[in-house]
Nanobody, 122 residues
Framework: QVQLVESGGGLVQAGGSLRLSCAAS????????MAWFRQAPGKEREFVTF????????LYADSVKGRFTISRDNAKNTVYLQMNSLKPEDTAVYYC???????????????WGQGTQVTVSS
């Protein structure tokens, strides 16, 4: 089992920045791929980004490319999502996920955090 706990969400004005954190515990070696997804009210959960176990490989959704950066500190079992130039359309609950395969598909991930709310005001 892997437990994931997100933090760092909040309210920010458009153009601002936030950094989300996801702390992993448990049998993390079984699900080393980490990803962020988000879900806005009335919409389906969507892929944001993922990162490989070593951190060498990443992928971003077109909607966040150039504005968001994923990184990880394996010594701390923590993944980060730095979000810059935030837009109102980035408003959503952001979820951290862990899995064993690099994929932008939510169903490929085995473990999920509880989510953290990000609200961007215009």
């Amino acid at each position: 089992q892997v437990q994931l706990v997100e933090s760092g969400g909040g309210l920010v004005q458009a153009g601002g920045s936030l950094r989300l954190s996801c702390a992993a515990s448990g049998r993390t070696f079984t699900s080393p791929i980490m990803a962020w997804f988000r879900q806005a009210p009335g919409k389906e959960r969507e892929f944001v980004t993922f990162i490989s176990a070593s951190g060498a490989s990443t992928l971003y959704a077109d909607s966040v490319k150039g504005r968001f950066t994923i990184s990880r500190d394996n010594a701390k079992n923590t993944v980060y999502l730095q979000m810059n130039s935030l837009k109102p359309e980035d408003t959503a609950v952001y979820y951290c996920a862990a899995g064993s395969r690099l994929s932008p598909v939510a169903e490929r991930y085995d473990y999920w955090g509880q989510g953290t709310q990000v609200t961007v005001s215009s």
